[in-house]
């Protein structure tokens, strides 16, 4: 119940929030429009991120790699720009395609992630 609260009451934020946008001449955010508004989503939660990819305008699906590799979908709602990430051990599917030896001799795995179909269709789907 809790959760459901503090979903309507971040709902009713952003609307009035978009409503001041329109009524006032109210200085962009921080870094104007460069930056994303960033969503996380974690396991179980594809059917969620696909649900809002696929209302997203010219979202794109990619793997981010940092020190954590991310399922990451960017896109916007007309000028409002999101990121969708989360973690693509938990999100994905990871296939190992071979195996590096170093110089060292030592062997390391070679891995590529597999984007949920679901989530490429729904990305397309616009």
């Keep these: ?4 609260l503090a979903r309507i009451a971040l709902a009713t934020g ?3 929030l978009a409503d001041a946008y329109v009524t ?10 460069g930056r994303h508004v ?17 209302v997203l ?4 699906v990619k793997i981010e790699e940092s020190n954590t590799t ?3 979908v960017r896109g916007s709602l007309a000028g409002l720009r999101i990121c969708l ?7 994905c599917e990871r296939r190992v395609s071979g195996v ?7 062997l390391h795995e070679i891995t590529e992630w597999v984007i949920p179909a679901a989530l490429i269709r729904a990305g397309e789907a616009r």
Aim: proline content about 7%; charged content about 30%.
């Design 14 to 16: 952003l609307r009035k």
């Design 24 to 33: 006032h001449e109210l200085p962009l955010p921080w870094d104007g429009l």
């Design 85 to 91: 990430a989360g973690p693509a051990d938990e999100l």
């Design 100 to 106: 590096h030896k170093a110089s060292d001799g030592s």
């Design 57 to 60: 305008d010219d979202p794109i």
């Design 70 to 72: 991310w399922l990451e």
């Design 38 to 54: 960033k969503i996380f989503f974690h396991e179980g939660d594809l059917a969620k991120m696909a649900a809002l990819t696929a």
């Design 1 to 4: 119940m809790a959760d459901l």
